[in-house]
């Protein structure tokens, strides 16, 4: 085959390429090595060996093993039938005298009344009974907070032949705030506690200081801070707060380092981004963004096309994202401040939703991991391009990215913490002291939402969150041990 | 290349070995020598990276590294503008500048016009072939293709790009 003239177009690397690239990989670390997998058939081989034994046993136990074997095997069986079992209190009547009851395993709390004798049903509390208990404000058994959330799912039931359900506790969340909620629910161990997590962007905190409603949940976290009306109609009725503070939701917008960081304000991203604007004549009228400069948002900023890359605005991440960039100069009208209680709607339609003409460009190649580099390459080839990022982004400190502050804040912990950086929420967790008072699911939940996390295992849903300073966290920490009163 | 264990490998020696392997294997897929440095740098830098992740019985490291390259490669491509279609690049180049014409005169650029009506996986082969060169038996397993199937494609390309080629340089002779 005379395929000469294709060997001919190969060419030898220049040397000073090739020596450089060595020397660049001579310093370079290897990564660790990972741990070895098990090949698909030796996993196969031992699990059925391992099942296969697990099977016997359980066979032979319960059939002619002594007592002490049987017990050994069906108690932990028995007890992870129970937590099947969750919110299924009615199968409780299936139950009936005489069957195999065992001593149950498990946590601590577990009341004493579950050693009692089977077949006493006069003694056996009901999901009933822990619930008037609650209502009388006796609060000193830990597992009856989540019992008095009328359809928690929780209750424990004791010697009659059934056992208790996790703890439970609900907690109402912001649209912002829920995906952080969602995850720390989830670090909470299942096996002792069940947190509910329920998105709820009307009035949570009716929710919370309600006595007597159905919905009435346990805790709520949100993105802002309790406002004053809000404080002050639940103290109204006698209950007193615990504020206890999760972390940040930050952004931070970045460009290639080409021609150095844009010094924004919150108000020249608002001009910038948001689709409709107030009219410069008639502040009280609303019109489409006309702006497509910097430098018609604010004379000093550089006459580069407005054109900022972000997540999909209908996505959560979008959502979230619209808030950061355009609340805070929003927040700086009066006209559009007078109507954030009157017409939540017309605000949240103001404040809450970015241009669609091209000033804000939305990319798939945002959030994903694997894209991070793809994502931030984008900057280096359209240097006046602004991208978002979250606050710690591997393909932004490769690329060496500028950061462009914001009210003259970089979005580092010192102005997170003081809130001078305008791209910030804080996320705050409340609950009640009565609710939260010997509650383990509530603090399971609270150290679930202040454990750190790296960046790097952080779920695509919470990108933006910030976790706590070390100084911040123990105070947190500590407003929750203590159950410290919120003085507003 | 026997299959060595990550600790006997030599590392510098592959390297030599691989590394022009690598440059010319992306020369030969872009049809350019734009970016081909990034691109080298960016596939060894991963892979010595990662380097402890290569399991020597599953591929031989020329497999594993090319791997690699053709992932990097699917990458830079991926967030390319499309293509020129073979008309327009050939008006383009007819009416660009001197160096331009100096370009299209090189070998490289002519296999990149010629190439370009070709299919991915097609130019692949082209690429591992005689930028990298690779076996067939290597190329199989990069391909998904068997050895003999890699074979037959390469004899069929070879003979039309010959065809074309010595055409292309007679009309430009005349």
């Not at chain 1, 830990?142 to 799912?153: C, I």
């Not at chain 1, 580099?373 to 984008?378: I, K, R």
């Amino acid at each position: 085959m005379n395929d000469e003239f294709l060997h001919r177009i190969r060419k030898t690397p220049p040397p000073q390429f090739l020596a450089g690239l060595k020397a660049k990989l001579d310093r370079q670390a290897s990564a660790p090595v990972p741990p070895r997998r098990w090949s698909f058939t030796r996993g196969l081989f031992t699990g059925l060996l391992l099942g296969g034994a697990a099977f016997a046993l359980t066979a032979v136990s319960l059939t002619r093993g002594p007592e002490s074997l049987r017990s050994l095997v069906r108690t932990p069986a028995e007890y992870f039938a129970r937590l099947m079992r969750g919110s299924g209190q009615g199968d409780d009547k299936a139950w009936a005298p005489g069957q195999h009851q065992a001593v149950p395993l498990g946590p601590v709390w577990l009341p004493d009344r579950a050693t009692e004798p089977s077949g006493s049903a006069a003694a056996v509390p009901t999901q009933s009974t822990g619930f008037a208990v609650k209502q009388d404000g006796h609060s000193g058994s830990v597992g009856s907070v989540g019992s008095t959330a009328p359809g928690a799912g929780s209750s424990y039931v004791g010697g009659g032949g059934s056992f208790p359900g996790p703890e439970t506790i609900r907690v109402a969340a912001s649209s912002d705030a829920y995906p952080i909620a969602l995850v720390s629910a989830n670090r909470v161990p299942r096996y002792a506690y069940h947190v509910k997590v329920e998105l709820d962007a009307g009035d949570v905190f009716a929710r919370l200081c309600s006595t007597d409603s159905p919905n009435r949940v346990e805790a709520v976290e949100l993105s802002r801070r309790i406002t004053s009306e809000e404080f002050r109609r639940c103290a109204r009725d006698g209950n007193k707060l615990v504020e206890i503070k999760v972390g940040y939701l930050a952004i931070v917008l970045a460009r290639a380092p080409l021609y150095g960081p844009l010094h924004l304000t919150a108000r020249d991203l608002f001009l910038a981004l948001a689709r409709r604007i107030p009219d410069p004549a008639h502040p009280e009228k609303f019109i489409n963004n006309p702006n497509t400069t910097w430098n018609q948002v604010d004379g000093s900023l550089p006459y580069d096309r407005i054109q900022v890359i972000g997540p999909a605005p209908g996505s959560a991440a979008g959502t979230l994202v619209a808030h950061l960039l355009l609340q805070g100069g929003c927040n700086a009208y009066q006209s559009i401040m007078a109507i954030r209680d009157s017409d939540p709607d017309g605000y949240e339609n103001i404040c809450g939703t970015l241009r669609t003409d091209g000033a804000y460009v939305q990319t798939d190649l945002f959030g994903g991991s694997s894209s991070n580099w793809a994502y931030s390459d984008l900057f280096v080839t359209n240097p006046t391009q602004i991208g978002i990022f979250r606050t710690n982004d591997p393909g932004r400190s490769r690329n060496n990215l500028v950061v462009n502050s914001v009210d003259g804040a970089e979005p580092a912990p010192a102005g997170l913490t003081a809130g001078t950086y305008s791209v910030a929420e804080t996320v705050y967790l409340y609950t009640k002291k009565t609710h939260a008072s010997g509650a383990t699911a509530f603090m399971a939940f609270v150290n679930a939402s202040l454990t750190r996390v790296s960046p790097y295992f952080l779920e695509r849903d919470t990108w933006a969150f910030v976790p706590l300073e070390t100084a911040e966290m123990s105070s947190s920490l500590a407003t929750a041990t203590a159950l410290k009163e919120l003085q507003f | 290349m026997d299959r060595l264990s990550t600790d006997e490998l030599d590392w510098d020696a592959l390297y030599a070995d691989l590394a022009p392997r690598v440059y010319n294997y992306f020369r030969y897929r872009m049809g350019s020598d734009t970016d081909v440095e990034e691109l080298t740098s960016r596939t060894f830098e991963r892979a010595w990276r990662f380097r402890s992740h290569y399991r020597p019985d599953v591929a031989g490291f020329p497999t594993w590294l090319f791997k690699i390259a053709q992932n990097v490669g699917l990458d830079y491509r991926s967030r390319l503008r499309p293509h020129v279609p073979l008309e327009g690049a050939t008006e383009i180049a007819g009416e660009g500048s001197p160096e331009l014409e100096a370009e299209l005169s090189s070998d490289l650029a002519r296999l990149a016009i010629l190439t370009a009506t070709l299919s991915e996986r097609e130019r692949e082969l082209i690429a591992l072939k005689y930028g990298a060169s690779l076996n067939n038996r290597l190329i199989a397993g990069l391909t998904g293709l068997s050895e003999s199937n890699v074979g037959t494609v390469l004899h069929r390309l070879v003979r039309k790009l010959r065809a074309q080629w010595y055409g292309h340089a007679s009309i430009s002779d005349e």
